[in-house]
């Protein structure tokens, strides 16, 4: 089981990197938005909008966040880079650079 952190507080105009954990699938999964904690309910069905392909393995968990960046551009860039990554990769990048 991977610890669920804290979400980033919402700053507008800033965006972060986020990763999700999902102990039923035991995968993870990268997005970036400017309202984590909102992402996060919407990637768990609480609101409308989340994902397709993390409607399977809920509840997901925030394990980790990156940022926050000053536009979209940057926090694209860092979330290919997390994506690049492959599970436990994913989540030590979290835990070596910020969330």
Sequence with gaps: ???????????PGHWFV???????????YVGLAVDVSR???????EL?????T???????CLA???GPFPDR???????RAVKALKG???LRWVADVGG
């Design 54 to 60: 993390t409607r399977a393995g809920r509840p997901w």
């Design 73 to 79: 551009g940057g926090a694209t860039r860092a979330e």
């Design 39 to 45: 992402r996060v309910r919407q990637h768990g069905g």
């Design 88 to 90: 436990p990769a994913r």
């Design 48 to 52: 409308a909008g989340g994902a397709r």
């Design 18 to 28: 986020y990763v999700l954990w999902s102990d039923t699938l035991a995968r993870t």
């Design 1 to 11: 089981m991977i610890p669920s952190v804290s979400p980033p507080p919402a700053a």
């Design 64 to 66: 980790g966040w990156y």
